[in-house]
């Protein structure tokens, strides 16, 4: 990915000052102790997907749109706060043959770089993610429980992680005449690609095998 940051390091003190923040995600537990067993398709710090991204609405949906990050950035001039986004891709044990994504806001990202830090590559195990909080409170938090390690890498999995970014993709990467136009409200989706006019889910399928977990 692109960024005038240098690393997540930086990104995340930028807006740990700035005060960014929220989050949502396909990969979800919805009750108050509810856990699973995932593998992460990360291995170090640097192979993390994250985006400096904005929320707009497009023909009556939320999109996430790519800040161009500069100061003439249109969303940002026209007072859409900008969000420093992590996308964690994964593979859970109750449906193991699909790709999820967890999406997951500022206050999250020092658990994963403290995971890191403190046990390695994430995909280097089976990790356990329990859920802290009942449906809709706002206060929820996350454990992440690592598992009996086996030094996995990426090359062993038979897995291809999604390309988050683009054009038509899950974040949308639109010119500065385009999102002035998606800042307007007068943006209309190319009609050759009705892609953006539906909800963009992770649809690929996982080859791995059934020992990942």
């Given at each position: 990915?692109?960024?005038?940051?240098?690393?997540?390091?930086?990104?995340?003190?930028?807006?740990e000052?700035?005060?960014?923040?929220?989050?949502t995600g396909f990969?979800?537990?919805?009750?108050?102790k509810?856990?699973?067993v995932?593998?992460?398709?990360?291995?170090g710090?640097d192979?993390?997907?994250?985006?400096?991204?904005?929320?707009?609405?497009?023909?009556?949906?939320?999109?996430?749109?790519?800040?161009?990050?500069?100061?003439?950035?249109?969303?940002?001039?026209?007072?859409?706060?900008?969000?420093?986004?992590?996308f964690?891709?994964?593979?859970?044990k109750?449906?193991?043959?699909?790709?999820?994504?967890?999406e997951?806001?500022?206050?999250?990202?020092?658990?994963?770089?403290?995971?890191?830090?403190?046990?390695?590559?994430?995909c280097?195990?089976?990790?356990?993610?329990?859920r802290?909080?009942?449906?809709?409170?706002?206060?929820?938090?996350?454990?992440?429980?690592?598992?009996?390690?086996?030094?996995?890498?990426l090359?062993d999995f038979e897995?291809q992680?999604?390309q988050?970014?683009?054009?038509?993709?899950?974040?949308?990467?639109?010119?500065?005449?385009?999102m002035?136009?998606?800042?307007?409200?007068?943006?209309?989706?190319s009609?050759g690609?009705?892609?953006?006019?539906?909800?963009?889910?992770?649809?690929?399928?996982?080859?791995?095998?059934s020992?990942?977990?």
């Amino acid at each position: 990915m692109s960024s005038r940051f240098g690393n997540l390091r930086d990104a995340y003190k930028h807006f740990e000052e700035n005060k960014g923040g929220g989050n949502t995600g396909f990969f979800f537990l919805k009750e108050d102790k509810e856990s699973t067993v995932v593998r992460f398709l990360h291995e170090g710090e640097d192979d993390l997907d994250w985006y400096i991204v904005h929320e707009a609405e497009i023909q009556g949906k939320k999109r996430k749109v790519k800040c161009t990050e500069e100061g003439d950035c249109p969303l940002c001039v026209a007072g859409d706060r900008p969000q420093l986004k992590i996308f964690l891709q994964l593979l859970d044990k109750r449906e193991p043959d699909k790709i999820k994504i967890w999406e997951r806001g500022r206050t999250f990202i020092p658990v994963v770089l403290s995971f890191i830090q403190r046990y390695g590559s994430l995909c280097a195990q089976p990790v356990e993610i329990e859920r802290l909080g009942k449906p809709r409170d706002t206060s929820t938090t996350y454990q992440l429980y690592p598992l009996e390690k086996d030094n996995k890498t990426l090359d062993d999995f038979e897995v291809q992680r999604e390309q988050l970014a683009g054009e038509n993709a899950f974040i949308l990467v639109k010119s500065k005449s385009e999102m002035q136009e998606i800042a307007d409200g007068t943006y209309v989706p190319s009609t050759g690609n009705n892609q953006e006019t539906e909800d963009i889910k992770p649809r690929r399928e996982s080859r791995a095998g059934s020992d990942i977990f």
